[in-house]
């Protein structure tokens, strides 16, 4: 049976994605903002065309500065909403923007995104799936599984026998404590 392992190896888009970011944790906030932002985006279409417009998305939403897009408004969303670089859908708009707001108070209340997610760890995804789908809007089991694998919070981004997963495994993700 083919992986991502597999299939991403030489490929021009996910080759350099599988190689340098997926699995590997995030320290920044407004960097795991932006992975649940494509993650969620991602929702209906192929993770290649997400890939192709990722720098789309980050200048279209102020670099994933949280600050910045909580802040948005009207303007904000209808210019996002004619953009044709990023995917032009209102639901997923909105949770972008409602995402950030809570985003703040969690950083408020926890200290920071990556704070809050390291209080609920370890989690099954399962338990996971329930906690996103309370907090975040737009976050169902495929979203909340692929943002939490992506970023180091649950296991198999990667085959043991993959090279990046040992190179993962040297930094220690959250799901390998």
């Known amino acids: 049976m083919s992986s991502y392992c597999d299939s991403a190896v030489g490929h021009p888009w996910h080759g350099p994605y599988h190689d340098n970011e997926y699995g590997f944790p ?61 995917i032009r859908n209102r639901l997923k708009v909105n949770a972008a923007i409602e995402n950030a707001r809570t985003i703040q108070r969690l950083q408020g209340e926890f200290g920071s995104f990556g704070k809050w997610l390291d209080a609920h760890h370890p989690m099954e995804k399962p338990e996971w ?9 737009f976050t169902g089991g495929e979203i909340t599984g692929e943002f939490l694998m992506s970023t180091g919070y649950l296991p198999g981004a990667h085959r043991e026998s993959c090279s990046v997963y040992t190179r993962i495994a040297e930094i220690g993700p959250a799901w390998m404590q």
């Open 26 to 86: 995030l320290a920044s906030d407004d960097e795991l903002f932006g992975r649940l932002l494509l993650e969620i985006n991602q929702a209906g279409l192929s993770w290649l065309t997400i890939l192709k417009k990722q720098d789309n998305f980050r200048q279209a939403y102020s670099g994933f500065s949280i600050d910045a897009v909580a802040a948005y408004g009207e303007a904000d969303r209808a210019r996002l909403l004619s953009d044709a670089g990023i």
């Open 129 to 137: 799936v329930k906690l996103f789908k309370k907090t975040f809007k």
